[in-house]
């Protein structure tokens, strides 16, 4: 039996593999917006698009002039398009192909308009790298009576923030002049106080930055345990995301490029974006690579996971401090119960329709989904009932009136990860008094 498992798990392996490898269906091409070193890809490059997840916000690119594949993120690439239209975009790069900027002023912001009055939409910290596309026409920016000199320069931050950003506070630089000077003073390499600062900082899944900004916290997908530890003092890389756990033991670091690091005699590769966000490369044993990017965070995750707690337990007690108990003539009565739990009697009518049958009168309480902006204003939020008998979970929208409690069927609605961004078609709507 264990063998018969053995060979059946190769099989689906070597049908995953020659899925990645043999994936020929051509979306379009895209421009390479920023260099990606571990894969010898430059900006400014033309490559085939092949596979565009929503799920993990990337695409499979094919690498020119070889027969690979590898996943980069959606905003590292252009959006797909036909071959001629792709090099005529790549011509309006060609000024600035392999240009980036070095922002000298914390602060510094990134406008939707090239106009000094226009929208923030980021603002830059001192020594982040940026990457110049080009060069566009805009309003002189005033100091008193006299403009700065200067240009407006549309750039791309390494969270795939698009915008304009006036020049004159920025040092505008080549990559490949950074590669040749790491390269000649390959012998010397020293780590220095910035890169020192990479290496002992605590790395953490983008997506944990995604969700502080939005306020979304989903305890399922975040954990302390969840990060990129580069062993800058015991001597080991790790990597510890969902579904992957690796280490390996290095006794140095060389440099490959503007940027770029190896972890020496590993398979793991850094690419360092700014002081808070980098990209890791991981090839695993079948030589397939994967690449993904950490951030720093200004708070501790177990104090963000302990918030997210609390919040959610403050919400709890507003329904059980409003009832506890909300009865329908039709539906029965439901009851909620200290520590998330809930009895729930009389369901008859909603089975097997919406509760199946066998599942109990008695369960927990979860409050794991998000209201999208266009249903807050009709719900209070989202409860997930799971029955203790089946373990079924089902899902509501939930109300809070001054009669009662309204539950609204979400079985049908439409989520996006933690967030419910509409309703169901044909609900059933129901109301329980106090």
Known sequence: MKAFKSFVFAILLFVAIFSFNSCSRLMGYSVVLWSIPEQNLTDGMVVPVYIKSNITQSYVIGIPETDQKCEVPLWQISEPASKKEVKQLSEKYNEYQRKYAKVKLDGLPIRHEPVNTARQVYRLRENEIIRVLYKGEGAAVMTGKTALQGDWLRVLTSDGTLGWCFSYNLNVFDERDEQDTSASNSDDFVIDDYLQKILTATWYPESYSTMIKTGRIDLGAMSPFYKFDTGFVSGEVSLNVSGLTVKAPYKGISKTGSNAYQFDETNFKMTVRSS???????????????????????????????????????????????????????YGTIEFTEDFGFAWTGYSLLTPSLIPENSGVTGSVALGYFLGESLKEEFDGVLTLT????????????????????????????????????????????FFAK
């Open 387 to 430: 029955f203790d008998e089946n373990a079924r979970k089902i899902n509501f929208f939930y109300k809070l009136e001054s009669g009662g409690l309204r539950l609204e069927d979400a079985q049908r609605a439409q989520f996006k990860d933690s967030l419910v961004v509409d309703r169901s078609s044909n609900p059933v709507v129901m």
């Open 276 to 330: 808070s966000f980098i990209v890791i490369q991981y090839i695993d044993e079948l030589g397939m690579p994967s690449s993904y990017n950490f951030v720093t965070l200004s708070s501790s995750v177990n104090d963000i996971i302990q918030e997210e707690q609390n919040r959610r337990k403050d919400v709890f007690n507003i329904l059980l401090t409003s009832g506890p108990s909300f009865s329908s003539s039709n």
